[in-house]
Every structure is written in C-alpha cells, then in structure tokens.
T-cell receptor
C-alpha cells in the first residue's frame, strides 16, 4: 500500500543509548517531516526536509539529528537518548502544495527511554 | 510564540447528534488550516482544510468554519457516529516548507 512507513513501531532504550528511526515514503513527495507527540498533546516538529540532501530544524530539534540521502527516506537519529525523549514519533510527507489533502502520516514509533 | 490551541479537551455527544469542535489560533499571518483526526495508536488523518480567503468549507458530513476576525476555527460533524470517536486537532501552516503547528487536541466521545 502506498504511504509512509515507519520502523520500528516500538522501542525501549536505556539512557545514553543511540538509535535511528527510519521513515520511507513511496509517493514521490518532496517534503518530509519528523514530529513528536507527548501524552495529551499535539504534535511538535523536530526536523524537516524540503528535498533530497537538505534538512532544517523545527521547533524541538535538540538531541536529534536527521539525514535525507534519498528522496524516499528520512532518518531520525538519537545520539544519546534521554528520558525526556520518551514519546511517540511520527514521520510525514507532503507535496509542496498541501491544499485538499494535507500531509500523509506514518503510524508512529513509540519510544521509551528508561 | 505563536500557537494554535483548543477550548475543550473532551467533548461527549450522543450518536446522531451534531458535534462542534473549536480551535483558537494566534498567528494572524497563517493562511492555511487543517483539521486532523487521530485514533488511538494511529497517525493523524486528514479531514478537511481551509484557506484564509474562505470562511466556510464543506466535506462529507464535515464543515469547517473560519472566523479571522476573532481567530477562531471550528469543525462541525453532522450526525456523529461511533466511528467518529477520536482526538481531533486543528493545525496551521506557518512559514515556508508547509510546517504545521498543532493544537493540543479535543477528544470526541460518542455515546450510544
């Protein structure tokens, strides 16, 4: 099925460990985003990319790094996980023009840092 | 900073009634707004959008109203069904690259 695929779906990390979350989209979208969602809250933008090889910081970028080496993939890295990074992470993609359909979101990665 | 917020954290309605979910936004420069539905364990799902040069837009059983004078959005769901139970977010586009700013969400509970 066409869409946005996130891996893994669940992960438990110990404080200080590192990991990479993978996002893949097969819709040939130019823009990709990483958001985090804390309990009872809306999504907050971590990093985003407007094209292959380009990335930019969002609202809450500290503690995260990203890479977009291929148009269809957007990776989110945690170099040294902290309990404050316990959250649900959503990847999304879009065309430059959103009217009529907005973003396409993945189903999320639930990360717990202990 | 600029943000999008919601008035009611939880809304309970009876099946078949109409639902109205409200949202206040503070960035007067925003020109595009989207309503999302999020079911438990899933990502946000697009419902309907509206540009700032419009005051009303209708979809299937849903209507979005925009009042720029008071910076207020609402989502109306007609004949609410159990499948409408979810958390609803409004979001606005800020700046370039189509970045979304989300509100905190309203949980809609549909009772039988």
């Amino acid at each position: 099925n066409a869409g946005v695929t996130q891996t893994p779906k669940f992960r438990v990390l110990k404080t200080g460990q590192s990991m990479t979350l993978l996002c893949a989209q097969d819709m040939n979208h130019e823009y990709m985003y990483w958001y985090r969602q804390d309990p009872g809250m809306g999504l907050r933008l971590i990093h985003y990319s407007v094209g292959e090889g380009t990335t930019a910081k969002g609202e809450v970028p500290d503690g995260y790094n990203v890479s977009r080496l291929k148009k269809q993939n957007f990776l989110l890295g945690l170099e040294s996980a902290a309990p404050s990074q316990t959250s649900v992470y959503f990847c999304a993609s879009s065309r430059p023009v959103l009217v009529g359909y907005g973003y396409t979101f993945g189903s999320g990665t639930r990360l717990t840092v202990v | 900073g600029e943000s999008v917020g919601l008035h009611l954290p939880t809304l309970s309605v009876q099946e078949g009634d109409n639902s109205i979910i409200n949202c206040a936004y503070s960035n007067s420069a925003s020109d595009y707004f989207i309503w999302y539905k999020q079911e438990s364990g899933k990502g946000p799902q697009f419902i309907i959008d509206i540009r700032s040069n419009m005051d009303k837009r209708q979809g299937q059983r849903v209507t979005v109203l925009l009042n720029k004078t008071v910076k207020h959005l609402s989502l109306q769901i007609a004949a609410t069904q159990p499948g409408d139970s979810a958390v609803y977010f409004c979001a606005e586009i800020t700046g370039t690259a189509s970045k979304l700013t989300f509100g905190t969400g309203t949980r809609l509970q549909v009772t039988l």
